[in-house]
């Protein structure tokens, strides 16, 4: 068992974190590229999807496994790609929503595809099915299971090593730059879920009162030489240390398109609820109800969300329904929350802007990513100087601060894209 647990292959990669002169201006901030579409896989599922099956992998102490996963299609190809790594046999099961290149990409890596069912739930239900029929079965979720959020989480572990480095700027003055905050997409909620422990591991001294995390917390060490926090007066850095013992940390943007806003649908209603169906093409999205940890941390966080449209930004509301849209001294938006919560926002724009994002993504970056992806750099794109991204994170900063804050961009990834299909989703919605 010591000797297999040294030979099993890394499944996941530390992914490079770049600036992108590009969406900096468009933002009029600092934005970092989190690349996660560099992934084995081609998306950031490599990471907790890799990490559960590892686990299974130990557990049965290298012995026969077959894994069965359900997906939208990036899970799947996580699942295939480190099976394929791992040398054992895995089916994949998806619903009809998934496009035909994702069950060419997931048969080209040796899974059996099954398409099957009219949305993930009806896949899902196969693919268990499956699973507990077979001895040897491992079934393998696309992001509700705490092995996924861990897996998933390292990435903020990686963005807390680049700080601990004086990686991001500061203002000038000498003192190390922070994280200000996070952007990722959300579907079913793995990757918020990592992000969001993550951040408490990393960056709080005792997580917030209520928080999934209170109950069972591995204490992880990050000594830093400095933590700051951003004051009022212009964006100057200065010590985090307060009397109550909360250290800066980053805020959380999650995004989602809409027809597949199943997180703002629990913040606008103040419980756990879904929505009808997917209707947007952002299909890796396509979960019509986030996992129970994910809306714990909506509910712990005192989540706000706002709608983002052409030509509006509605105003926030919180997890209860009550506009909350002070902001603290960091100039990032403060709601009604345990002090020591990370502060998480949830938005919601259209299809439409997160095709022009990934159309605008692929002249900047050079890089195709799929319109999931596409619905996080529509944070940066969807209007000038950064509109949503800001309307989001810092409404009452004056330029000057805004300048000075840097965010970062989980670039997700996604293997549900093609030019050709970026093509026809331009044409289809004019942009």
């Known amino acids: 068992m010591g000797s297999y647990v040294a030979d099993l292959p890394k499944l996941h990669i530390e992914t490079p974190c770049i600036r992108s002169h590009e969406l900096s201006q468009a933002a009029g901030c600092n934005i970092y590229l989190k690349l996660e579409n560099l992934q084995p896989s081609g998306s ?38 480190a099976a394929r790594t791992l040398r054992r046999p895995c089916d994949v099961f998806v619903s009809t929503l998934s496009p035909t290149m994702v069950l060419d990409k997931l048969a080209a890596l040796g899974a059996v595809p099954h ?14 099915a499956a699973a507990a029929a077979d001895p040897t079965g491992v079934y393998v979720p696309p992001f509700d299971d705490p092995a996924i959020w861990q897996g998933n989480g390292t990435l903020v572990d990686e963005l807390v090593a680049l700080e601990a480095n004086r990686f991001f700027p500061g203002n000038g003055d000498g003192e190390a730059g922070l994280i200000d905050a996070i952007v990722c997409s959300v ?3 793995g ?51 307060s009397s109550s013992g ?46 129970e940890r994910t809306y714990q941390w909506a509910e712990a ?27 603290g001294s960091s100039g990032l938006v403060a709601a009604a929350k345990p002090e020591s919560a990370t ?14 994002a990934c159309a605008r993504f692929l002249d900047d970056a050079r890089m195709l990513v799929e319109p999931a992806c596409g619905a996080t750099l529509a944070a940066v794109y969807a209007r000038k100087d ?38 026809r989703y331009r044409r289809d919605f004019g942009v």
């Open 343 to 356: 502060r998480l926002v949830s938005a919601v724009v259209g299809d439409a802007d997160a095709v022009n």
């Open 386 to 423: 950064g509109g949503l991204l800001r309307a989001a994170l810092a409404p009452d900063a004056d330029d000057r601060r805004w300048a000075t804050m840097n965010v970062v961009l989980v670039v997700c990834g996604g293997s549900g894209i093609s030019a050709n299909l970026l093509a």
């Open 246 to 291: 909360v250290r800066h940390r980053p805020a959380v943007l999650a995004v989602e398109t809409a027809g597949a806003d199943s997180l703002a649908a629990c913040v606008r209603a103040g419980s756990h609820v879904g929505i009808p169906g997917i209707t947007s093409i952002a299909v890796s999205l396509g979960a019509p109800r986030v996992s």
């Open 115 to 128: 398409r099957i069912g009219k949305d993930w739930p009806e896949a899902d239900a196969h693919c268990r």
């Open 44 to 81: 950031f599922k490599s990471r907790g999807v890799g990490a559960l099956m590892a686990k299974a992998m130990l557990a049965a102490g290298g012995g026969q496994v077959r894994f069965y996963c359900s997906s939208g299609g990036n899970a799947g190809l996580a699942c295939a790609e």
């Open 187 to 189: 579907g079913g909620g």
């Open 191 to 241: 990757l918020l879920n990592g992000i969001m422990q993550s951040i408490e591991r990393n960056y709080a001294p005792d997580p917030p009162r209520g928080s999934p995390s209170s109950k069972s917390r591995h204490h992880h060490h990050h000594h830093r030489s400095s933590r700051h926090s951003r004051s009022s007066s212009g964006g100057s850095n200065s010590s985090s240390s």
């Open 301 to 327: 966080c005192h989540a706000t969300s706002l709608t983002f449209t052409a030509t509006s930004t509605s105003a926030f509301s919180s997890t209860f329904g009550k506009l909350h849209t002070n902001t």
